[in-house]
């Protein structure tokens, strides 16, 4: 029978990967400070953790990129983060990092909600076009924005050019199989509705999913089945496996004007 709690721990197969959140932390940290044009704690609710960051251009804003954190729904915030803006910063974009409840305080259905209040939010201070990304459960919850039960307004949706799943999780039913389900306590139809691969998509703006080439292969599988489903819904789909790259790598070129996927995130490829 399948070990699903080894198929889904990328931290044990990745030499060094505890000393990893400190050392994101404290580059996170470091790109703040040297940052121009900054606002922190925005509020899109009454939640503790219902804030997001904005991080500005030096020039005038092309529009929106909303980046949604990654950590099974249970650990991380926003400002862990903050220097995976730099690359849409530099082309021009305006980049929202929302922090959301974790679990098990809030269940993963309640986190799906608060990102798409978040997004929101950001929306109605930026102007233009939004673009979405997200990393591991983030790909996850920004894939949950474009389905047929989406909570976003018309108004809001319809401002989405692109979305970007990076190690995304797009069926979670083989996480009630887990441990790690212990804290996210979620039940077969929670985790069968909150499946974007096993809803309709709501409309047909491009979605590409991107995972790295040395990740689990459950986190292959994953970007291999949404891309896959949705395809069947006339939706533009684009399935990136980029060589060589981990779970924790491979967001690691968004801090980079000139890569593949910071060229996807903003259109220019």
Same mark, same amino acid.
């Given at each position: &029978?399948r ?38 704690? !925005? ?7 219902? =804030?997001?960051?904005? !991080?500005l251009?030096?020039?005038?804003s092309?529009?929106?990129? $909303? ?6 729904? &249970?650990?991380?915030? %926003?400002?862990?983060? #903050?220097?995976l ?8 974009? #305006?980049?929202?990092?929302?922090s ?11 986190i799906?909600?608060e990102i798409?209040?978040a997004?929101? +939010? ?20 920004v894939?949950?924005?474009?389905c047929?039960?989406?909570?976003l ?6 401002? !989405?050019?692109? @979305? ?12 009630? %199989? @887990?441990? +790690?389900?212990?804290?996210?306590? +979620? #039940?077969?139809?929670e ?15 491009p $979605? #590409?999913?991107? $995972?790295?080439?040395?990740? =689990? ?8 089945? &949404?891309a ?8 533009? +789909?684009?399935?990136? $496996? ?12 968004? %801090?980079?004007?000139?890569?593949? !996927? ?6 220019l490829?």
């Amino acid at each position: &029978m399948r070990d699903w709690d080894d198929a889904y721990a990328n931290s044990a197969h990745v030499p060094g990967s505890d000393k990893l959140p400190a050392l994101w932390a404290e580059r996170a940290a470091g790109y703040r400070a040297g940052l121009k044009s900054f606002r922190s704690d !925005i509020a899109y609710g009454p939640g503790e953790r219902q =804030r997001l960051d904005l !991080i500005l251009p030096d020039g005038d804003s092309k529009g929106l990129v $909303v980046f949604v954190h990654g950590g099974y729904w &249970m650990r991380f915030a %926003k400002s862990d983060w #903050t220097d995976l803006a730099e690359g849409a910063r530099h082309h021009g974009w #305006t980049v929202a990092l929302p922090s959301y409840t974790l679990t098990p305080v809030a269940r993963i259905s309640d986190i799906t909600a608060e990102i798409a209040a978040a997004i929101a +939010m950001a929306a109605s201070l930026v102007s233009g076009p939004i673009r979405l990304a997200g990393h591991s459960a983030g790909g996850h919850l920004v894939t949950r924005m474009l389905c047929d039960d989406s909570r976003l307004e018309p108004a809001v949706y319809n401002r !989405i050019a692109a @979305t970007l799943s990076i190690s995304g999780l797009h069926d979670l039913r083989p996480l009630l %199989k @887990t441990k +790690m389900n212990q804290t996210l306590q +979620m #039940t077969t139809e929670e985790a069968t509705l909150e499946s974007a691969a096993l809803c309709l998509p709501r409309g047909h703006a491009p $979605v #590409t999913t991107w $995972v790295g080439g040395a990740e =689990r292969p459950e986190f292959i599988r994953q970007a291999e089945l &949404m891309a896959n489903v949705w395809t069947g819904f006339d939706v533009p +789909m684009r399935l990136v $496996v980029e060589p060589g790259l981990n779970h924790f790598t491979v967001v690691d070129g968004l %801090k980079d004007p000139s890569s593949p !996927i910071t060229a996807r995130l903003v259109g220019l490829d």
